[in-house]
């Protein structure tokens, strides 16, 4: 039987794709200076959050001094302190920040995943690693049962996710609400350095985000 459980197990001791194994290790071998003294997960990282989730936030991949150092999803580094601190100030978490993996941080109506569960070179994944992480995200999509609202983070999740629902002529572009069956795929720009220091994401273009997600959740379509 799946379970996120089995699911989770599958995913840490996953070795499937041979350029990003080897990758995450060494990055865990050759820390940055600031990070000198942690010990780094290095391995791929799974989601988390409330399996009973309504909402469902997909981003690209663990971030090699963040989640691969921390084993956590949008733990430790500036996409994740921009994703918790909006899921604290719209009512999804109970902290404003994400550190560690035993920081007390806990998701309320939100599970956390990512297209790719391993950080790639440069940010830049390969379609055949994304071909061989889908089967993961297809397993939890089945599993959390009462999600009704995907939040996609990035072109790459948007596509990855419009690829699994065989998806077609869906455009991308920040704060796009399609209906899909009985869920809503709000798309978003990414929470990256790139795109928040260079005000393609301001801080209230997403913010809104999450504002017209729990809108979703409680109306009545």
């Given amino acids: 039987m799946v379970t996120i459980e089995s699911i989770n197990r599958e995913i840490i001791n996953c070795t499937l794709c041979n350029r990003l194994v080897p990758y995450i290790r060494l ?3 050759n820390k940055v200076r600031r990070f000198s003294n942690d010990v780094y997960w290095a391995k791929p990282v799974t989601g988390f959050g409330d399996t009973q989730a309504n909402v469902l ?3 690209l991949a663990p971030g ?7 084993g956590r999803l949008f733990t430790g580094d500036h996409s994740g302190q921009w994703l918790m601190k ?5 009512g999804f978490s109970n902290i404003a920040t994400s550190t560690s993996i035993d920081d007390g941080l806990i998701l309320n109506n939100v599970f956390i995943t990512s297209c790719l569960r391993c950080a790639p070179p440069s940010n830049k994944p ?3 690693e994304l071909d061989n992480c889908s089967k993961y995200l297809i397993h939890e999509l089945e599993l959390l049962k009462k999600v009704k609202v995907i939040i996609s983070l990035g072109v790459t999740a ?3 996710f419009c690829k699994i629902y ?3 002529n869906l455009e991308f572009y920040h704060l796009a609400n399609y209906k899909i069956n009985d869920k809503h795929l709000i798309v978003s720009y990414h929470p990256s350095r790139q795109n928040t220091n260079t005000q393609r994401l301001t801080w209230g273009m997403w913010l809104e985000v999450f504002k017209v997600a729990k809108t979703v959740l409680y ?3």
Avoid: M, P, Q
């Fill in 166 to 168: 065989n998806l077609r």
């Fill in 86 to 90: 909006a899921l604290y100030e719209t």
């Fill in 126 to 128: 390969l379609n055949s």
């Fill in 64 to 70: 090699a001094h963040g989640a691969n150092r921390t």
């Fill in 219 to 221: 109306s009545n379509d």
């Fill in 27 to 29: 990055v865990g071998k």
């Fill in 57 to 59: 936030i997909i981003g």
């Fill in 158 to 160: 948007f596509r990855t």
